[in-house]
C-alpha cells in the first residue's frame, strides 16, 4: 500500500506515529509549511529539507486561478514544478471561497464566485475540484467543503455540515471515476489519497454526526478537521477536538485545517492530532513578528536596536544561529528582503522543531509534563507585560 499510517507511541491522547506516502514518510506529529502559491513564501524548498519538514501545503483554489493546474500537469505536476520531492497535501479551496463573503454565491451544485485575480466569473463544484486536485498530483488531496464562521448556530452549521457530507459523496465518485479512466487523454493520475473533511462548528452533536457519516461514506486514510479556528473562542476550539478524538478512528492520521499558532500545536497534539498547517508563519514574518520559547515578540521595538543576543538563544535556525536582534530589527526597519526572509524561515523552523520536540516527548511518555512546561514558558512573558 502507498499508503500507511503506524502510531508508534502514546502519552494519553497524544500519539507520535509515522505516515507513509508515495513520496516518502512523514513522522507524526508534524507542522505543514504552507506554500499557497507553489511556494512557501520566501523560503527554498532546499531550506524546508534542511529544518526536518516532512510535508508541505498548496492550494488548489489558488493553483487553479494561476498558472492553472492543467499546465502544472502538463509540466510534470506540482512535484517537479516547485522543485519539493516530498510529501504534498493540496487544500481544496474551500476556506479560500469562505474567505470570498462578498465574491461568491453557494448553492447545493456548488459555488459561484468572482476570481479576486481578474474579476472574471468562476463557479467551482466537487467535481470540478476533483479534476483540479488530481491534475496538481498532491500526495493527499482534500474533498471540498463549506466552510462558515467558528460561532455559527446550530442550524447554520448543519446546513453547511450536511451540504459537506453530501458533497464528500460527489467528490469520492469523481475522484474514482478519475482513478479508473484517467485524464482527457486517458493518462493515469498519480496515486492520491483524498480526505474528507469533519464539520460540525462548535456544535458536539454535529461534530460525532459529520464524523460518522463521513465514515460511512468511504474507507479513507486520513480525516480533515475543518471548520475551526474561523472566529470561534479557542476553548471550544480545543473542546471540539476533544469530540474528535472520541469520534475518529484511532487507527488513522487527523490534519487539523488551518491552526498553526505554538500553543494550539501543542493542545491539539494532546488532543490527538496528527497534522497542522497555517500561514501564520510565514505571514507574520513578513509582517516583523516572531515565535520564540518565551512568546511572541515584536521585533521592531526599540528595545531590540541594540541587542547583540539572538532572537531566540533555544533555537538553532539560520537566523538564531548567525545573527543578532539588533541586525535583525535593522534589517526589518529598513525594509530589506534578507529580514523578511530570515524571519520567515525562523518562524517556519520553529513550528517544524516544536512537533519535533512534541514527539520525542511522547515517545518518552512525558507529553503532560512537556508541554504544562513549555506552555507556561511561552506564555511566562506575555503576563508579565
Known amino acids: 500500500m502507498p499508503f500507511r499510517f503506524t502510531i508508534e507511541s502514546h502519552a494519553g491522547a497524544a500519539r507520535a506515529g509515522v505516515f507513509t506516502t508515495p513520496h516518502g514518510p512523514v513522522e507524526t506529529p508534524a507542522f505543514m509549511p504552507v506554500g499557497t502559491l507553489a511556494t512557501v513564501k520566501a523560503i527554498d524548498p532546499l531550506d524546508l529539507r534542511a529544518m526536518g519538514a516532512g510535508m508541505i501545503l498548496s492550494n488548489a483554489f489558488h493553483l487553479h486561478l494561476r498558472p492553472g493546474d492543467e499546465l502544472i500537469r502538463s509540466l510534470g505536476g506540482l512535484h517537479r514544478f516547485m522543485g519539493w520531492d516530498g510529501p504534498i497535501l493540496t487544500d481544496s479551496g474551500g476556506f479560500q471561497v469562505f474567505s470570498l463573503a462578498d465574491l461568491r454565491e453557494v448553492g447545493e451544485e456548488g459555488v459561484h464566485f468572482k476570481s479576486h485575480i481578474d474579476g472574471s466569473r468562476r463557479h467551482f463544484t466537487p467535481e470540478l475540484v476533483m479534476r483540479i486536485e488530481r491534475n496538481l498530483g498532491a500526495d ?148 516583523g513578528a516572531a515565535f520564540t520559547s518565551e512568546g511572541r515578540v515584536n521585533v521592531k521595538r526599540a528595545e531590540f536596536r541594540a541587542d547583540p543576543r539572538p532572537l531566540d538563544e533555544r533555537c538553532d535556525c539560520p537566523l538564531c544561529s548567525r545573527f543578532s536582534r539588533a541586525y535583525l530589527r535593522h534589517l526589518i526597519v529598513s525594509d530589506e528582503i534578507l529580514g523578511l526572509r530570515l524571519l520567515s524561515l525562523h518562524n517556519v523552523h520553529f513550528l517544524v522543531s516544536l512537533m519535533r520536540a512534541a514527539r520525542e516527548a511522547i515517545r518518552a511518555g512525558d507529553y503532560d509534563r512537556w508541554s504544562r512546561e513549555w506552555l507556561e514558558r511561552y506564555h511566562a512573558k506575555a503576563r508579565t507585560q
Not at 214 to 232: D, F, K, Q, T
Request: aromatic share 8%; glycine share 12%; net charge negative.
Open 140 to 287: 493527499v488531496i482534500m474533498q471540498f467543503d463549506h466552510v462558515i464562521p467558528g460561532q455559527s448556530v446550530e442550524t447554520v452549521a448543519r446546513d453547511a455540515t450536511e451540504r459537506s457530507i453530501r458533497w464528500l459523496e460527489r467528490c469520492r465518485v469523481e475522484f474514482e471515476r478519475l482513478g479508473r479512466e484517467g485524464d482527457t487523454e486517458g493518462k493515469p493520475y498519480s496515486e492520491q489519497a483524498l480526505f474528507p473533511v469533519v464539520q460540525g462548528g462548535i456544535h458536539a452533536t454535529l461534530r460525532r454526526e459529520s464524523a460518522t457519516r463521513a465514515r460511512e461514506v468511504g474507507n479513507w486514510v486520513g480525516y480533515g478537521i475543518g471548520g475551526l479556528s474561523v472566529g470561534e473562542a479557542k476553548p471550544d476550539m480545543y473542546a471540539m477536538l476533544d469530540v474528535m478524538h472520541e469520534a475518529l478512528p484511532e487507527d488513522h492520521p487527523r490534519y487539523l485545517m488551518g491552526v498553526g499558532f505554538p500553543e494550539d500545536l501543542v493542545e491539539g497534539v494532546r488532543r490527538g492530532v496528527d497534522l497542522f498547517d497555517c500561514v501564520a508563519p510565514t505571514r507574520m514574518g513578513r509582517n
